[in-house]
């Protein structure tokens, strides 16, 4: 790939910081790995010196462990990051999916409907990327359809080892059908006005991440910060 004919209007350094995140939280780059400035500017066809400011960039946001003597290497996975950044969902999605029973837009029940036929369709290719990317979209309409987009921006910010978590289970296991379930039942509740049970439904799924979370973390111990 030409990196730098197809970064498009970013700046060299955002392009490269852009494109390490995103390997590093789909897992093509997995926990653990190191990475080299050399290697990564070969790689990229830049200096040296917008990977050394995405390395800093992406340690700020704990993706990335500078060990002195040792090198720079992905992050491992934070359990009690991710236990936190669950906890923190929990509580504001049940909150978000109460006023949307109570009032949500009708672009955003319209987007949620063709978000969920879209889900169906990955669960057929076994597209595990495409099925983060929707359910995470799933929860991000939520937010929108009740006027609380910039608090879904916060919130992501604050989810990294989650999602880094979230990606791990999406490829260890596709059987996806219980996710779209969920979701599907959401939807309905919401239609319905049905509070309690939005409110019900939507714990019950944010709280799989705390079984995933043993089996993951037995499954895949490198992956995962002791």
Same mark, same amino acid.
């Given at each position: 790939m030409d990196?730098?004919?197809r970064?498009g209007?970013?700046?060299?350094?955002d392009?490269?910081?852009?494109?390490l995140?995103?390997?590093i939280?789909?897992?093509s780059?997995?926990?653990?790995?190191?990475l080299?400035?050399n290697?990564?500017?070969?790689q990229?066809?830049v200096?040296?010196?917008?990977?050394?400011e995405?390395?800093?960039?992406?340690?700020?946001e704990?993706?990335v462990?500078?060990?002195p003597?040792r090198?720079t290497?992905?992050?491992?996975?934070?359990?009690?990051?991710?236990?936190e950044?669950r906890?923190?969902?929990?509580?504001?999605?049940?909150?978000?999916i109460e006023l949307a029973?109570?009032?949500?837009?009708a672009?955003?029940m319209s987007?949620?409907? %063709?978000?969920? @036929?879209?889900? *169906?369709?990955s =669960?057929?290719?076994?597209?595990?990327?495409?099925m983060?990317?929707? $359910?995470e979209?799933?929860?991000?309409i939520?937010?929108?359809?009740?006027?609380?987009?910039? %608090?879904?921006g @916060?919130?992501s *910010?604050?989810t =990294?080892h989650?999602n880094?978590s979230?990606?791990?289970r999406l490829a $260890?296991?596709h059987?996806?059908?219980?996710?779209y379930e969920?979701h599907l039942a959401?939807?309905?509740?919401?239609?319905s006005?049905?509070?309690?049970?939005?409110?019900?439904l939507?714990?019950l799924h944010?709280?799989?991440?705390?079984?995933?979370?043993?089996?993951?973390?037995?499954?895949y111990p490198?992956?995962?910060?002791?």
């Open positions: 990196f730098l004919r970064q209007t970013l700046s060299t350094r392009a490269v910081y852009a494109s995140k995103e390997q939280l789909s897992l780059l997995p926990p653990g790995t190191p080299s400035e290697e990564t500017s070969q990229f066809q200096s040296r010196t917008p990977v050394r995405s390395f800093m960039r992406l340690a700020q704990g993706l462990q500078v060990l003597q090198g290497f992905v992050s491992l996975i934070d359990t009690a990051l991710v236990e950044a906890f923190m969902r929990e509580h504001l999605e049940t909150a978000v029973c109570a009032s949500f837009h672009d955003a987007r949620l409907e %063709t978000n969920l @036929a879209k889900q *169906q369709e =669960i057929r290719q076994l597209d595990e990327s495409g983060f990317e929707l $359910d979209e799933f929860h991000r939520l937010f929108e359809g009740c006027g609380k987009s910039h %608090t879904w @916060a919130l *910010q604050l =990294i989650l880094r979230r990606r791990l $260890d296991d059987n996806w059908q219980h996710l969920q959401m939807a309905d509740a919401i239609r006005g049905n509070a309690e049970g939005a409110r019900g939507m714990k944010l709280s799989l991440n705390i079984a995933d979370q043993a089996m993951l973390k037995e499954k490198h992956y995962y910060k002791d």
